[in-house]
């Protein structure tokens, strides 16, 4: 997932539970029922899992864009040959 | 929120919490319902009232115990634990507390209930006071909630005596 991706997906969690959460609260409390607010909250949050936790295409609407290859190599890493010196000189 | 671990330990944190939240509305949404709950004993018949070979007074009686509960029943109600106590004063004890009966009741349905019974539980006393006694039936009954805080609560019934001779 991308960076914006990230956030979406985090949103929707946080709006999707608190939804689900209301939602059970009103039904159990109209019906006197705790068994159907408990049933509708965890389907709730199975929805939830569903949609927020794969990597769906819509969260991958804005990739990161690398450095392209080609202007990488225009600037080469530096070579580690000083270790190797350092080292001879400690042990004398 | 970088891997399916770190997102999935997210919703889950934040749905038990808010379960927790949830729990909490449920338990204070009992502090609306009315309740009027009523009961009434009667003592049919004093079987016998002996001393034991302690020294001890012990009474068997017959009750007959009527009694609505299902207003105490809310949508947060596991379960309602009845039980009569037998109360009086005695020189050693400022209150003596006897609990001669009990029952669970688990639903509305079974909270209106009428039941005639010798006690379950023995009635011994602490010494030998307890001819000519007079003493209370106290029905009391602690509501026990699917989540949240239990509360209890008695009706106290007065004006029963024990016989002033054993028998």
């Known amino acids: 997932m991308d960076w914006q991706g990230q956030k979406l997906a985090e949103q929707l969690m946080q709006i999707l539970l608190l939804i689900a959460a209301v939602v059970a609260f009103v039904v159990g409390y109209a019906t006197e029922s705790f068994r159907t607010m408990m049933l509708i909250y965890a389907g709730g949050v199975v929805l939830t899992t569903l949609i927020t936790i794969p990597n769906w295409p819509c969260f991958n609407r804005h990739p990161l864009k690398w450095l392209d290859p080609s202007e990488a190599e225009k600037y080469p890493k530096p070579e580690v040959v000083a270790v190797s010196s350092k080292k001879k000189s400690s042990k004398k | 929120m ?22 909490a ?26 001393k034991q070979p302690h020294g001890n007074d012990e009474v068997s009686l017959t009750l007959n115990v009527t009694a609505d509960l ?25 209150l003596n507390q006897v609990s001669l009966w009990d029952a669970i009741i688990p639903e509305k349905e079974h909270a209106k209930f009428w039941i005639q019974i010798s006690n379950k539980y023995r009635f011994i006393d602490q010494g030998h006071n307890l001819r000519g006694k007079d003493f209370n039936l106290t029905l009391h009954w602690h509501v026990m909630p699917k989540t949240g805080k239990m509360f209890a609560d008695k009706i106290v019934m007065s004006g029963y005596q024990l016989p002033n001779a054993y028998r």
């Open chain 2, 2 to 23: 970088h891997s399916f671990g770190y997102r999935a330990n997210a919703l889950l944190t934040f749905a038990v919490t808010i379960l927790a939240f949830i729990c």
């Open chain 2, 25 to 50: 509305i449920a338990s204070f949404s009992d502090k609306f319902s009315n309740q009027t709950p009523s009961a009434q004993i009667q003592i049919l018949n004093i079987n016998w009232f002996q």
């Open chain 2, 70 to 94: 299902q207003s105490l029943f809310t949508w947060n109600t596991k379960q309602v634990f009845a039980f009569v106590a037998a109360e009086y004063e005695t020189s050693k004890n400022a």
